[in-house]
């Protein structure tokens, strides 16, 4: 258990070093900052021997041993008032006596009879002149305090063993120290945050977080390449690269969902705006047409319409064409360059998009559409706002939910999924997308040709076996 969770830790540091690193540069530049703006202070220490007065060598331990003693008590002496009063008016007044006794302290030196008196200020003279100050007046006091009431001589005495001297080297601010601690304190507080951030963040990263909200596979992980989105798709995806491997590989994936039927229906969408779903819809139906496969994409976001920008389509016919009555199918359907794709674009946009997809003619649509195609895809919309998603993935054969990395919050898609499946639909599969790119390269774009290769061979003999069945009927009609 303890080694799990080291690990988790471990992986929280992997996927937030960004936010430590940022902590530790805050908190060193504040610790640089303070240090800078604090003032210096030079520190200057006197001491006094504390000794008895008596001169019979046989009472030299037990003097020695009251010396001790009494050097303790003296100490306290030096946060008195009085005598921060008295050095005050030895050094000409020109510093208060409340300032003099918080600059000052003192301490017995263990196992001697020795009494270190120390001041700091801003300044090494002055701070010598205060340690040497106090010094001479603790050095009075005691005297004064040992002093017989009857008169006589003390049996105690406290003489000037050490006087103080200028240390032109500050004490304060500890330059190391500070900044060492800011490094500390700094790692300390990234790593807590971002183990908070992880407690409280639900946006759904790994398999293992999408496994928490569905049973359904991950039939793919697209890396995010803003390059290849800026291109024509066609183009981007004839290239071996590792974002437009990503869709052969969901290409392959979704040879294995609905094996029973020879036309499938799929509707693509996801949980919000903004997650990728008509990108991902476009290149998986363009990276299918060039596998061999008979495929009709479908716009059927009439809200928020993108794809015959994206594909450089005309838009003033298409499937809301088609849904009133306008045109027939193979007027509105228009092919994608030569990669043999069928796009039925959004058209001109209806006030009452919910109505038209929930409609006789919808579902008349999607029909015609499947008996003419081996595959057909439905551009649909989110399926939170609004639930034109979920009533058309009840007509089609599932629905592919997309998921942005790291956006996408596991309640999100459990609620998408969840309308679903309340109006007997099913999720086919979660393709996670934008996801960060990791170890570009030539090895990469090498093992884009290879696979690229075998995975067409194997589609190819897919589309020539459908291509020779097709063929046989003819012969026999």
Same mark, same amino acid.
Request: charged fraction near 20%; hydrophobic fraction near 45%.
């Given at each position: 258990m303890g080694t799990v969770e080291l690990r988790d830790y471990w992986l929280t540091v992997r996927r937030r070093w960004r936010l430590i690193v940022l902590c530790v540069l805050a908190s060193t530049a504040a610790a640089s900052f303070l240090t800078w703006q604090s003032t210096p202070m030079y520190a200057s220490s006197a001491q006094l021997f504390v000794s008895t007065t008596s001169s019979d060598t046989s009472d030299a331990p037990a003097g020695g041993a009251f010396a001790a003693q009494r050097v303790e008590s003296y100490v306290g002496f030096i946060k008195a008032q009085s005598l921060a009063e008295t050095v005050a008016t030895n050094l000409g007044g020109e510093i208060d006596a409340g300032v003099l006794k918080d600059s000052v302290t003192a301490e017995a030196v263990p196992e001697t009879v020795n009494l270190v008196v120390t001041a700091q200020y801003s300044d090494p003279v002055v701070a010598r002149d205060i340690a040497q100050a106090y010094a001479e007046a603790l050095k009075d006091r005691i005297a004064d305090v040992e002093s017989p009431e009857s008169g006589g001589v003390a049996p105690i005495r406290a003489s000037i063993l050490d006087p103080a001297q200028i240390n032109d080297a500050p004490v304060s601010p500890n330059v190391v120290r500070n900044l060492g601690l800011g490094v500390v304190l700094g790692l300390l507080l990234g790593v807590g945050l971002a183990v908070l951030r992880d407690l409280l963040d639900t946006s759904i990263s790994t398999a293992e977080q999408v496994a928490e909200v569905t049973s359904r596979p991950i039939l793919g992980t697209i890396s995010s390449d803003p390059t290849a989105v800026r291109k024509l798709p066609s183009a981007a995806l004839a290239e071996a690269t590792p974002w437009a491997e990503a869709f052969r590989v969901l290409r392959t994936n979704m040879q294995y969902v609905e094996v029973d039927h020879d036309h499938r229906v799929f509707v693509i969408s996801s949980s919000l705006p903004g997650e990728g779903k008509s990108t991902t819809a476009v290149n998986l139906a363009i990276t299918l047409a060039m596998a061999g496969e008979t495929v009709c994409i479908v716009e059927c976001d009439l809200r928020r319409p993108t794809m015959a920008d994206r594909l450089k389509l005309d838009d003033s016919v298409g499937t809301t064409s088609v849904l009133i009555g306008r045109l027939s199918v193979d007027d509105a359907l228009q092919p994608y360059a030569d990669t043999g794709l069928k796009v039925l674009t959004c058209g001109p946009r209806p006030p009452n998009p919910s109505e038209l997809l929930?409609?006789?003619?919808?579902?008349?649509?999607?029909?015609? @559409?499947?008996?003419?195609?081996?595959?057909? %895809? !439905?551009? $649909?919309?989110? @399926?939170?706002?609004?639930?034109?998603?979920? %009533? !058309?993935? $009840?007509?089609?054969?599932?629905?592919?939910?997309?998921?942005?990395?790291?956006?996408?919050?596991?309640?999100?898609?459990?609620?998408?999924?969840?309308?679903?499946?309340?109006?007997?639909a099913k999720c086919v599969g979660v393709v996670m997308n934008m996801a960060p790119t990791k170890g570009r390269g030539r090895a990469g774009y090498a093992y884009g040709y290879q696979y690229t290769y075998t995975e067409e061979k194997n589609l190819s003999r897919r589309a020539q076996r459908r291509l020779k069945r097709s063929g046989n009927d003819a012969a026999h009609a």
């Open positions: 929930q409609s006789h003619q919808m579902e008349m649509l999607i029909k015609e @559409l499947s008996n003419r195609f081996s595959v057909v %895809l !439905l551009d $649909a919309p989110p @399926l939170l706002p609004v639930t034109d998603a979920a %009533l !058309l993935a $009840a007509r089609a054969d599932g629905m592919l939910a997309i998921v942005r990395h790291g956006k996408t919050t596991k309640d999100q898609l459990g609620h998408a999924l969840e309308r679903v499946e309340s109006v007997g």
